[in-house]
């Protein structure tokens, strides 16, 4: 079975700092990776995913992520992070045909200014 | 566009007590559908998934129980809460894509459940 590990439980990072949250996953066979933000008290939403073709993934809110086989991971980055990326950041791994989804237990994020 | 919905929003019941939780989705057809449970610290737990009517998938033993009575409707319910049950619950969507892509899952705002 597919799992995912985000070694980080929480990061502080200064107002337009660069920000990279780590994830790394294990699987067999190439995954579908995901990752979400959630802000207090909402629901998830998707920053970005990769499927497959090229390993550097654009996403919404300025945020782009790389698939690095060889390390089996899925960094989040983001050049220069502003005082509303304040949340919980979420790495997801899927299975090609499988339903489900495994989800990381999150990074949650603090901007200081 | 989709959109889905989740209520109530927030929710205070006694232990022992029974619970339904409300989740449905528009503007999609036969979604998968998922609920998941958020406890601090701990990242998503999922709970029942289903692909269809009437087809519910457990994954967690526990006092809950899901079921899917119409195509974009997913209840989540429980004949008598315990302390343990507290917390965030997310419902959520998705849709097997083709030509082998992976899916995304479309979260709902989530309900707040404190059992006391």
């Known amino acids: 079975a597919q799992s995912v590990t985000q070694p980080d439980i929480h990061i502080t990072v200064s107002e337009g700092a660069s920000l990279e949250l780590r994830c790394n996953y294990s699987?067999?066979?190439?995954?579908?990776l995901f990752w979400y933000v959630q802000s207090p008290g909402q629901g998830l939403q998707l920053l970005l995913k990769?499927?497959?073709?090229?390993?550097l993934v654009q996403g919404i809110k300025g945020f782009e992520a790389e698939f690095k086989r060889s390390q089996s991971s899925f960094n989040l980055r983001k050049p220069s992070v502003h005082w509303s990326d304040a949340a919980e950041y979420f790495c997801?791994?899927?299975?090609?045909?499988?339903?489900?989804?495994?989800f990381g237990t999150g990074t949650k994020l603090q901007v200081i200014p | 566009s989709q959109t889905i919905h989740q209520w109530p929003a927030t929710l205070v019941q006694p232990v022992g007590s029974p619970l339904s939780l409300e989740c449905t989705v528009e503007?999609?057809?036969?979604?998968?559908l998922y609920w998941y449970r958020q406890a601090a610290g701990r990242g998503l737990q999922l709970l029942f998934y289903?692909?269809?009517?009437?087809?519910i998938s457990s994954e967690v033993p526990q006092n809950l129980s899901a079921s899917r009575p119409q195509d974009r409707q997913f209840i989540l319910s429980s004949k008598k809460l315990l302390l343990s049950d507290s917390g965030f619950y997310l419902c959520?969507?998705?849709?097997?894509?083709?030509?082998?892509?992976?899916?995304?899952?479309?979260f709902g705002p989530g309900t707040r459940l404190t059992v006391l």
């Open positions: 959520a969507w998705s849709v097997l894509g083709t030509s082998g892509r992976g899916d995304e899952q479309f």
């Open positions: 289903s692909v269809g009517i009437g087809q």
């Open positions: 990769y499927f497959s073709g090229d390993t």
């Open positions: 699987y067999g066979a190439t995954p579908y």
């Open positions: 503007g999609t057809s036969n979604p998968n």
């Open positions: 997801a791994v899927g299975v090609r045909g499988y339903q489900k989804v495994t």
